[in-house]
């Protein structure tokens, strides 16, 4: 998002419409409760599905796995619409 862009826009609008597009945007915060949180690696590994495949032994490579699984279920490398 460019904010100079938007903050031009708005120059651009009349007064009511200033006001309306003011009182959307508390709205939003309202709703969101200001920013939204960033997630920090640190607050990530605490998350209970962190490691949850660890022990699996036919999940050793996420990738690999994963394109095992699409040539199984869709019948080709790289999906049902592939050519071949």
């Given amino acids: 998002m460019d904010l100079q862009r938007v903050l031009k826009h708005?120059?651009?609008?009349?007064?009511d419409q200033q006001s309306e597009v003011a009182d959307f945007?508390?709205?939003l915060r309202r709703r969101v409760g200001g920013r939204p949180k960033r997630i920090t690696r640190t607050a990530l590994q605490k998350e209970a599905f962190v490691g949850m495949w660890k022990d699996r032994a036919d999940i050793r490579s996420g990738r690999?796995?994963?394109?095992?699984?699409?040539?199984?279920?869709w019948g080709g490398a790289h999906g049902p619409d592939s050519p071949g």
Avoid: G, I, Q
């Fill in 64 to 73: 690999t796995w994963v394109r095992a699984l699409r040539k199984r279920e």
């Fill in 10 to 15: 708005l120059e651009e609008l009349s007064p």
């Fill in 25 to 27: 945007v508390e709205f």
